[in-house]
C-alpha cells in the first residue's frame, strides 16, 4: 500500500495546511517561519526520502554525523527560534496531535508500544490517544534530545556558528558562553541524558522560563520511524503504520498549553498520485491532511464542480453571440427558429 502514496512535509505557525510552507526536506537552507509570537529556521531531514518536492535529496550529510550516524537515525525535526513572549518550562511542549479521532485505529498492543515510547524516546511524554481530538505532549525541555541556548540577539541563520553549509543546523547539547552561564546558574546537567532527567522534576521544570528575545535550538530524532516504508520500528516492537493508517497526517507541534497557542507545526502528509498535478504540486482542496472518509468526500465535490464546471462550458456554445450553437455559427441578427 505504501508505494501508491508520497510524502509531503509542510509546516507553518498554525494547525492549518493553507497556512504552511512546503519544507524542503534534507537542503541545508532552513525555512523561516515569521508569527506574532515566534520566530523559526526549520530544517527536517528523513533517510531514503523520496518525497515532495520532486527532485529532493534522499539524503542529508545530518546523518553521517555523530551521534546521528551511530544510532542510524531515520528522521529529524530541528529548528532555532526565538520566542516574543516567555514561557514557563512546563508550559512549552512538543509532541503529536490529531484534529480527528484514532481510537479505533489504534492497534492491538498499542498500551505496550506507548510504554516503549515513554522509556525509549520520551518519559515525559502525556495525553489522551483516546479522545476526540487525540493528542501526545511532552514539555519541550525534556522532550528534545539535544538543546542549545544561544544568546539574546541571534545572527543571520547562515552565519550562525549552528549552520552547517552541508547540512543545515547542528549543534551539541550546550549553547553559546551566555547560555552556558545560564545552564550552570540552573544546575542544569551538560549532557543530553541528564538533562532530560533534570526537567523531568515538576519543580526543575517550573523554575525554568523559555525566555522571550533569546535564541534557542532544539533537535527532535530518533531511528525509530522509518518514513521509506512508513514502519514504526521500536526496541521489541514493530508497528506497520500504514496498516492501521486512517489517512490523518502525522502532526508535531510545538505550542503553549497554558494559551493553547500553536507557535510551530510540522505536517507529514501521504498523497496519492491522482492528487498531485504534472509539476507535483497538490491540486487545490486536496492539500488538508484529513482522514480517508473526509478527503473522498472533498474528491467527490471536486470532480461534481469539475464535471458541472464543463457541462457549464458546453452549454454555453449555445449562445448567439457569434459563437456556435450545435455546431452552426450564428450572428447576433441571425434567427433561431
Known amino acids: 500500500m505504501a508505494h501508491n502514496y508520497i510524502l509531503r512535509v509542510t509546516a ?3 494547525n492549518d495546511p493553507k497556512l504552511h510552507k512546503v519544507v524542503p526536506v534534507n537542503s541545508p537552507v532552513p525555512l523561516s517561519i515569521e508569527s506574532d509570537l515566534i520566530d523559526i529556521d526549520l530544517n527536517v531531514r528523513i533517510q531514503n526520502y523520496k518525497g515532495l518536492p520532486r527532485g529532493s535529496p534522499e539524503t542529508s550529510a545530518y546523518f553521517d554525523i555523530p551521534p546521528h550516524a551511530k544510532n542510524k537515525d531515520q528522521y529529524s525535526i530541528c529548528f532555532r527560534f526565538t520566542l516574543k513572549e516567555g514561557i514557563n518550562g512546563n508550559d512549552l511542549v512538543f509532541g503529536n496531535d490529531f484534529d480527528h479521532p484514532i481510537r ?3 492497534p492491538p498492543g498499542f498500551g505496550t508500544a506507548f510504554k516503549i515510547v515513554k522509556w525509549a524516546i520520551d518519559p515525559g511524554l502525556d495525553g489522551d490517544p483516546y479522545a476526540d481530538e487525540p493528542y501526545l505532549y511532552g ?3 525534556s522532550s528534545m534530545n539535544t538543546i542549545y541556548i544561544g544568546p539574546k540577539t ?3 541563520i547562515q552565519k550562525s556558528p549552528l549552520y552547517n553549509p552541508e547540512a543545515g543546523l547542528v549543534f551539541d547539547e550546550g549553547g553559546s558562553e551566555e547560555g552556558m ?4 546558574g540552573h544546575e542544569i546537567p551538560d549532557t543530553e541524558a541528564a538533562r532530560k532527567r533534570f526537567f523531568l522534576d515538576e519543580e526543575n521544570k517550573r523554575n525554568w522560563e523559555w525566555e522571550s528575545g533569546r535564541t534557542y535550538a532544539v533537535d527532535f530524532f530518533n531511528p525509530y520511524l522509518d518514513f521509506s516504508d512508513f514502519a514504526l520500528r521500536l526496541p521489541g516492537f514493530t508497528l506497520p503504520i500504514m496498516k492501521y493508517w486512517d489517512g490523518q497526517g502525522l502532526r508535531y507541534v510545538l505550542k503553549n498549553r497554558k494559551t493553547n ?8 502528509t501521504l498523497y496519492l498520485d491522482e492528487d498531485l498535478d504534472e509539476e507535483g504540486n497538490v491540486k487545490p482542496g486536496l ?5 480517508f472518509d473526509e478527503m473522498d468526500k472533498v474528491r467527490m465535490e471536486r470532480d461534481e464542480t469539475k464535471s458541472n464546471d464543463s457541462e457549464d462550458g458546453s452549454s454555453k456554445e449555445g449562445s448567439v453571440k457569434g459563437k456556435k450553437t450545435n455546431g452552426i ?9
Not at 492539500?287 to 482522514?291: I, Y
Not at 455559427?329 to 427558429?337: G, K
Open 12 to 14: 507553518g505557525p498554525a
Open 104 to 106: 479505533d485505529r489504534l
Open 139 to 141: 514539555p519541550t525541555v
Open 154 to 156: 541571534g545572527s543571520n
Open 181 to 184: 552561564e545560564i545552564r550552570r
Open 261 to 268: 497557542a500553536v507557535l510551530l507545526a510540522v505536517l507529514f
Open 287 to 291: 492539500d488538508t491532511g484529513l482522514p
Open 329 to 337: 455559427a450564428y450572428d447576433d441578427d441571425d434567427d433561431v427558429d
